[in-house]
């Protein structure tokens, strides 16, 4: 099993920034793929970035050049930097871990965190 816990929420306005946070426990972290997915009302879930065990990353074209997905093996966290913020950034954020290799597909990831709420006023 791993235990994800994510944090750095919060509201914030149009253009600001946020940085998301994801602690893991359990399992050895370096062994998985990372995620971040969001989910508006009324909307599915959506791919926002990943990062490989090697550190390659991929994103969703509505976050590129905006947001930036990191690891830190050591200290088992994955980051999203959240800049330059859109009022339709607006969702709940969540981490995801898939074992050995990522995903775009939410429904392939193992393990799930409990979400964390960004909203963007305009």
């Known amino acids: 099993q791993v235990q994800l816990v994510e944090s750095g929420g919060g509201l914030v306005q149009a253009g600001g920034s946020l940085r998301l946070s994801c602690a893991a426990s359990g399992r050895t972290f370096s062994n998985y793929a990372m995620g971040w997915f969001r989910q508006a009302p009324g909307k599915e879930r959506e791919f926002v970035a990943a990062?490989?065990?090697?550190?390659?990353?991929y994103y969703g074209d509505s976050v590129k050049l905006r947001f930036t997905i990191s690891r830190d093996n050591a200290k088992n966290t994955v980051y999203l930097q959240m800049n330059s913020l859109k009022p339709e950034d607006t969702a709940i954020y969540y981490c995801?871990?898939?074992?050995?290799?990522?995903?775009?597909?939410?429904?392939?990831?193992?393990?799930w965190g409990q979400g964390t709420q960004v909203t963007v006023s305009s």
């Open positions: 990062i490989l065990r090697s550190g390659l990353t």
């Open positions: 995801a871990a898939r074992y050995y290799s990522a995903s775009y597909n939410a429904y392939e990831y193992d393990y």
